[in-house]
């Protein structure tokens, strides 16, 4: 449809219904098939209109999606559409996307990158969540630790030991 002052509502609204249908399909391949054509649609509708208020919302939930059917470098690159939206989505969208960038990492085995995704999410994680806070020392630690294995699997001990000599300093109260 060509554009018009409505045009991003509609495209919005076309999301929802998407997601509604889907829930009335029974599992199976249709419904994968009606999901995947959602993510697609919420990935062009961001992109199509970037400053409509749920574009954020929109691409959390697709990182989200994509992470969960472990499509990480396609999940990192939509998280990072969201942390990197000017003007900043709410802070709730970012430590999801976040986590969703930290997560997808980690299991990519890009630890050192994980590390640094897991930091910028310890900024979005409210300081009274001591289980959040927790998990996320937790998390930092074993990319760490990870960096320290490959270092040393690859024989380069003075740079294992560098991380290993690191974890007992950046999070001296991990197990």
């Known amino acids: 449809y060509p ?7 509609a495209g919005y609204a076309a999301l929802l219904a998407y997601r509604e249908h889907e829930q009335a399909l029974p599992a199976g391949s249709a419904r994968d098939e009606w999901h995947q054509s959602y993510l697609d649609s919420g990935l062009k509708f961001a992109d199509t ?14 990182a989200e999606d994509l992470f969960q059917q472990n499509q990480f470098d396609l999940a990192i690159t939509v998280g990072q559409t969201v942390v990197g ?9 970012a430590r999801t996307s976040w986590t969703v960038i930290a997560h997808s990492q980690f299991d990519l085995e890009n630890f050192a990158e994980a590390e640094q995704a897991y930091y910028s ?4 994680t409210p300081v009274d969540d001591d289980a ?3 998990d996320i020392k937790d998390r930092i630690a074993s990319s ?32």
């Open 121 to 124: 999410l310890r900024q979005f």
């Open 85 to 93: 939206k000017v003007p900043p989505v709410k802070p709730e969208l």
């Open 144 to 175: 760490i630790y990870k960096q320290g294995e490959l270092a040393r699997d690859a024989g380069d001990l003075e740079t294992a030991v560098t991380h290993f000599r690191r974890l007992g300093q950046v999070v001296p109260d991990s197990d």
């Open 132 to 134: 959040a806070t927790q």
């Open 3 to 9: 554009f018009h002052e409505k045009s991003a509502e």
């Open 49 to 62: 209109y970037p400053e409509h208020p749920e574009s954020g919302a929109v691409l959390t939930t697709v």
